[in-house]
């Protein structure tokens, strides 16, 4: 490790790493009466053999976060009547088994993070076995991406796996897919290429 002191006004030297940094303000004055701030520069080992960082432009934002509601219209309903939101999409999506609405604010600029209430159509949607396990309440993050089939290639070359061999259709024409939430520290966290008209 290197311990990098800055001094005020605008001198600047390193020292070796003292065994705390007690040691390091009380052993290394460089001047008397100067202000130290302590930076420390910690290598980061990656427990993945790549350790090259995602291209910055494939992940954009945070897209949604999804929350399974056991009846759509009165989880509008309590968003709007409490925290003022709006719907401002809905639709039925029978491959996923869901009825589905994306809220904001209507102050929210375009392309704010919305949020996405998900209600079972029948007893064999996966949202309707995650209310069954868990009861209603958070079941997503979603990240807004680029290019999914090049963020799919990435992320499986890192030994992620993804619930889907293949995108498969979203919201509002969306594209998708899950990374398993067994390599996501818990959460399901979805994967987002908008369509060129989406805007929540």
């Not at 790493?17 to 390091?24: E, I, M």
Request: with cysteine.
């Amino acid at each position: 490790m290197t311990v990098v002191v800055t001094l005020s006004p605008r001198l600047r030297c390193n020292v070796p790493a003292p065994p705390t940094f007690g040691a390091l303000l009380k052993g290394n004055r460089c001047a008397a009466g100067s202000r130290l701030q302590v930076r420390a520069t910690v290598p980061v080992v990656s427990n993945t053999e790549n350790t090259e960082f995602i291209p910055a432009e494939y992940v954009t934002a945070v897209d949604h976060v999804g929350i399974a509601v056991p009846d759509l219209d009165s989880a509008v309903a309590w968003y709007r009547d409490n925290l003022g939101m709006v719907e401002t999409h809905r639709e039925i999506n029978e491959a996923q088994g869901v009825h589905e609405a994306m809220l904001s604010f209507a102050s929210a600029p375009e392309g704010s993070v919305a949020l996405q209430l998900l209600a079972p159509l029948n007893e064999a949607s996966t949202i309707a076995k995650f209310i069954d396990r868990n009861g209603p309440g958070l079941q997503q993050l979603a990240y807004r991406v680029t290019d999914i089939d090049a963020v799919a290639t990435y992320l499986r070359t890192r030994g992620l796996r993804l619930l889907y061999e293949a995108p498969r259709a979203g919201t509002a024409g969306s594209r998708i897919n899950f990374i398993h939430p067994k390599d996501a520290g818990g959460v399901l966290v979805e994967l987002v290429e908008p369509s060129a008209k989406s805007t929540h």
